[in-house]
Structures are given as structure tokens and as C-alpha cells.
């Protein structure tokens, strides 16, 4: 049963262009969520948070984007640079206060010079 | 500010052997989370620790277990290691406040089981 679904395993953007990460979650009670970046063999690198009372979060070039009703978040990456190339990942927390984290299977993301 | 270190990078067991990890939080975070990740099941909670005590707990057999110091520093133990145990593990700081804050990850440690 999987809660948190990124059901793109990989994307491919040029250089300059926009970059948009997508991810699906079932349960109603998550009610924070993050997107991780991640090279391989190393840990997660946080990128971005937003709380269900929002729908909008944005950090430089990383804005994150709820949708409640739809169950629906998304990471836009403006403009997309070659040291973006990584594996992401959306998580979600259903536990106030404590770090329970679900997470996608991630979305290989190669941003072509 | 020093960020997550989780000791050691790499290690090699035997099946049936057990192992202890060990995940030193930011400074002046309390919450430690245990995380594993294979190509499989990609990550999974194992357990949460906020002032010493088990917070949270994931879906994962009694054989994964750990701990947290006064100084939350935290240790994770895996015993009668199976091949199935091979995985990076990751240890997360966060304040552990009542707001839901980010959670930091460390390096990892790798674990291969042979």
C-alpha cells in the first residue's frame, strides 16, 4: 500500500528550462510535506517544505505546490541547472510534531546541457 | 554548524551477526529518525526517538531496535542479520518541536550482509 506516489521514475529537461516533479499521496491525514534531492550514496538533501494550510511554497528557484483537493503536490524547478540532475523525492508526515516521514519512490531528474 | 554524522560509511557482515549504527544529531535537535533504503522498497521508517524515549515505529521486525542518549545521540541495532538487511541506512535530525519541522539526513551507513 503505497501512500506517497511519484509515478514518473525519470524526466529529462533542458537546461534553462522548467523542471516539474509530481506526486500523488492517499492519505487524507498527511498534512506536511517535503521534497528531498539525492545523489547517489549519499543522504537526502532537503529542498523545499509546505504545510497542508498553504498552497504555495516558493525558495529561490524551487517553488512547491499543493493541491488538497486532488491529493496532489508538485515541485517546479525554474530555470534548471546541470547540477540539478539528481533523484527526488516528495514526503509526507501525518504525525504533528514528529518525524514519521513517507516517502515516494523518487523521480530520476537529468537536466541536459 | 555540523551537520548529521552517522559512523561508520561502510560495513561488511556476516548472516547472523548483529550490528550497531550510530547517528550524531545536529546541535540542539532532539528528534532522531532511523530510515532504510533498498532498491526495492526505497525508504522506509524504522523508528523515531525524541528525549531518550521511542516516539514512532515503523513496520520492521523486533531485530531492528535502537536507542537515544542524553546528549541525543542515537544507536540503531540490527540483530541475526539476514542477507535481506543489505541496505543504506540513514539517520534524520529535526527539533522535534511541535510544529512539524525539516528533517536533516546524514550520509548513511552502508550495510552489506554476505
Known amino acids: 500500500d503505497q501512500q506517497v506516489k511519484q509515478n514518473s521514475p525519470s524526466l529529462s529537461v533542458q537546461e534553462g528550462r522548467i523542471s516539474i516533479l509530481n506526486c500523488d499521496y492517499t492519505?487524507?491525514?498527511?498534512?506536511?510535506f517535503l521534497w528531498y534531492k539525492k545523489y547517489p550514496a549519499e543522504g537526502p538533501t532537503f529542498l523545499i517544505s509546505i504545510s497542508s494550510i498553504k498552497d504555495k511554497n516558493e525558495d529561490g528557484r524551487f517553488t512547491v505546490f499543493l493541491n488538497k483537493s486532488a491529493k496532489h503536490l508538485s515541485l517546479h524547478i525554474v530555470p534548471s541547472q546541470p547540477g540539478d540532475s539528481a533523484v527526488y523525492f516528495c514526503?509526507?508526515?501525518?504525525?504533528?510534531?514528529?518525524?514519521?516521514?513517507?516517502f515516494g519512490q523518487g523521480t530520476r531528474l537529468t537536466i541536459n546541457p | 554548524k555540523a551537520g548529521v554524522t552517522q559512523t561508520p560509511r561502510y560495513l561488511i557482515k556476516t548472516r547472523g551477526q548483529q550490528v550497531t549504527l550510530s547517528c550524531s544529531p545536529i546541535?540542539?535537535?532532539?528528534?532522531v529518525s532511523w530510515y532504510q533504503q533498498t532498491p526495492g522498497q526505497g525508504l522506509q521508517f524504522l523508528f523515531e526517538y525524541f528525549s531518550e524515549t521511542q516516539r514512532n515505529k515503523g513496520n520492521f521486525p523486533g531485530r531492528f531496535s535502537g536507542r537515544q542518549f542524553s546528549n541525543s545521540r542515537s544507536e540503531m541495532n540490527v540483530s541475526t542479520l539476514e542477507l535481506g538487511d543489505s541496505a543504506l541506512y540513514l539517520c534524520?535530525?529535526?527539533?522535534?518541536?511541535?510544529?512539524?519541522?525539516?528533517?536533516?539526513f546524514g550520509q548513511g551507513t552502508r550495510l552489506t550482509v554476505v
Open positions: 546541535s540542539g535537535h532532539r528528534s
Open positions: 534524520a535530525s529535526s527539533l522535534g518541536q511541535t510544529m512539524n519541522t525539516e528533517a536533516f
Open positions: 514526503a509526507a508526515s501525518a504525525v504533528r510534531g514528529a518525524q514519521k516521514l513517507v
Open positions: 492519505n487524507s491525514m498527511f498534512d506536511y
